[in-house]
């Protein structure tokens, strides 16, 4: 069965400081891909950073980037110089590549941006 | 580019009353489709998943049931809505090894 799990349902960070949220997943695949989304109080969902299974690389957009451990099936993300406009939901989604191409979610964590 | 539409954005139906949620992809052929329920504060729960016209799988027994009449068309719909049936509903395409994509949404309040 294929899992993720967020530990963290909550978190905070000040304005400009750095935030690591933790995502770990199970699965038996070898061959996945792993994303974190956005959920801002608008409820779009919106991509924040993508990771193959294959890099050994760590992905990086712009303030956010992600620490992949494969042999640990963890995947944080990490926001650098935060911003208020970064107040929302996220998702850590894991996805493999049997048919239909399924999506497996975390439960979230709330981050809030304190001024 | 491609667009992900949904509709309505927000319904309020009585218990017992029927549903239909629409959601159309535009700029992309043969997607694969996907409609989520999100309960308040929660994560998102995968309802059904179509890899193609007429072809649909359920990943949770429920009240709802879900239609692909066209490639890009995919409709939850229930005959009898349940007070349990509230919440926000999120339709996403992806095609190939993508990341999913996400329409606005729809919440629904059933009363």
């Known amino acids: 069965a294929q899992t993720v799990t967020q530990s963290q349902p909550e978190m905070s960070v000040q304005e400009a400081e750095t935030v690591t949220l933790s995502c770990t997943y199970d699965?038996?695949?070898?061959?996945?891909?792993l994303f974190w989304y956005k959920q801002p109080p608008s409820r779009q969902m919106i991509l924040v950073i993508r990771?193959?299974?294959?890099?050994?690389q760590n992905a990086t957009e712009n303030r956010f980037s992600v620490n992949f451990q494969k042999a640990a099936k963890s995947f944080s993300l990490k926001i650098s110089d935060s911003q208020l406009g970064d107040t929302a939901m996220y998702f850590c989604?894991?996805?493999?590549?049997?048919?239909?191409?399924?999506?497996?979610f975390g439960t979230g964590t709330s981050l809030t941006v304190i001024p | 580019s491609q667009t992900i539409h949904q509709w309505p954005a927000t319904l309020v139906q009585p218990v017992g009353s029927p549903l239909s949620l629409e959601c159309t992809v535009e700029?992309?052929?043969?997607?694969?489709l996907y409609w989520y329920r999100q309960a308040a504060g929660r994560g998102l729960q995968l309802l059904f998943y179509?890899?193609?016209?007429?072809?649909i799988s359920s990943e949770v027994p429920q009240n709802l049931s879900a239609s692909r009449p066209q490639d890009r068309q995919f409709i939850l719909s229930s005959k009898k809505l349940l007070l349990s049936d509230s919440g926000f509903y999120l339709c996403?395409?992806?095609?190939?090894?993508?990341?999913?994509?996400f329409g606005p949404g729809t919440r629904l309040t059933v009363l």
């Open positions: 996403a395409w992806t095609q190939g090894q993508n990341e999913q994509f």
């Open positions: 699965t038996s695949e070898s061959n996945y891909y």
């Open positions: 990771q193959e299974a294959y890099k050994q």
């Open positions: 989604a894991f996805m493999t590549l049997f048919t239909g191409n399924q999506f497996y």
């Open positions: 700029g992309t052929s043969n997607p694969n």
């Open positions: 179509s890899v193609g016209i007429g072809q």
